[in-house]
């Protein structure tokens, strides 16, 4: 889902990922109490500098006017085995984003996607000709792979097949639902313990929803640099 390049707010636009990646306080960039006193330009800073920070009207549908000048927004790409070139060089020589979680799959000894489908009982799991379709299929398929699949690159699979890239598939989807819920569920001060039938509250567009715009909206800091 990763883009080349992101328009960030109205002073940085049409960004590389590495820039963006810069902006974030977990790049080693914003270091805080670890910083060095005084700092030493440009970079580590102590603060996230006030032009750094995110116009999340530029992320999230929040009604912003057509034709607003300098104004872009961020659509995400399409689940699927592609990724864009900077995901194969990651920033700080992390290198290749598919090969980093293709090995590490292997050296935790995850299943491979078939196998887990079993498991969950889904009806109708991926075939090895889905898996073998495209280019990055073909490749998949001359090392075996669309028979037994590694598990990341079956989810990313099954969401462009099952669905055009549009949402996760029956795999992904419960492997993602389960783990949020069961992280809530393993807390027992959570309101999944402490609430019975807990209905969100705060106040949304849509009464018994409750969206990021609407988290957004709340916190009332849409665009801070404006």
């Known amino acids: 889902m ?8 109205r002073v940085f636009q049409n960004i590389g990922f590495d820039l963006l990646f810069g902006f974030s306080g977990l790049s080693g960039q ?6 060095p006193n005084p700092p030493t330009a440009p970079l580590p800073v102590p603060v996230l500098p006030s032009n750094w920070i995110i116009d999340w009207r530029r992320f999230y549908d929040l009604g912003t006017p057509p034709g607003t000048p300098d104004f872009a927004f961020n659509h995400s790409r399409k689940l699927d085995p592609l990724l864009v070139k900077e995901l194969h060089d ?18 935790l000894g995850l299943p491979s996607g078939q196998d887990i489908a079993t498991a969950m009982r889904i009806k109708n799991p991926l075939a090895p000709d889905e898996i073998a379709t495209g280019p990055d299929g073909q490749v998949a398929k001359q090392q ?5 699949t590694p598990l990341w690159y079956y989810l990313l699979k099954e969401a462009q097949v099952r669905h055009n890239g549009e ?3 029956p795999v ?5 639902s389960e783990v949020l819920v069961g992280l809530v569920h393993g807390d027992t001060e959570s309101y999944l313990w402490t609430k019975k039938n ?14 990021m715009t609407d988290l957004l909206r709340l916190v009332d800091d849409i665009n801070p640099i404006q």
Do not use: E, M
């Open 198 to 211: 807990w209905k969100p509250t705060l106040p949304s567009a849509k009464p018994g929803t409750f969206l």
């Open 90 to 107: 990651l920033p700080g020589g992390g290198g290749n984003l598919a090969f980093r979680n293709l090995k590490r799959g292997v050296n």
């Open 2 to 9: 990763v883009r080349q390049t992101y328009s960030h707010n």
């Open 172 to 176: 992904g989807s419960t492997i993602v």
């Open 144 to 148: 075996g792979l669309h028979k037994a």
């Open 167 to 169: 949402r996760l598939g």
């Open 30 to 35: 914003i270091i805080g109490d670890l910083a």
